[in-house]
């Protein structure tokens, strides 16, 4: 069973940092993309970040040049966040494509969310 665990978020004061974690475990046999996604209340969740297996990333307009998505060792994704906002509050969430054995298709599993609050 793979699991998706967040960690990091909390409150911060606007102009803040941030740094969220999240880890893969479990039958994982390899991991294609990991993203990190976000959802404030009332709207709709949005792609924030993606990096690749090569580490390549891309980032929504939104954050870009404010956060950094790093991947270590194949299985741990991080997300910097710098100069928050109050527009960044919301639902944190990881995600990941895994495939669980050699014939695998790849599926998508998430985390099940961090909070972050950006609030003076």
């Known amino acids: 069973q793979v699991q998706l665990v967040e960690s990091g978020g909390g409150l911060v004061q606007p102009g803040g940092s941030l740094r969220l974690s999240c880890e893969a475990s479990g039958s994982i046999f390899t991991i294609g993309i990991m993203d990190w996604y976000r959802q404030a209340t009332g709207k709709q969740r949005e792609l924030v970040a993606t990096v690749r297996s090569t580490g390549s990333a891309t980032y929504a307009d939104s954050v870009k040049g404010r956060f950094t998505i790093t991947r270590v060792n194949n299985t741990v994704v991080f997300l910097q966040m710098n100069n928050l906002g109050p527009d960044d509050t919301a639902i944190y969430y990881c995600?990941?494509?895994?495939?669980?054995?050699?014939?695998?298709?790849?599926?998508?599993?998430w985390g099940q969310g961090t909070q972050v609050t950006v609030s003076a």
């Open positions: 995600s990941a494509d895994i495939k669980e054995s050699w014939g695998s298709t790849y599926n998508i599993y």
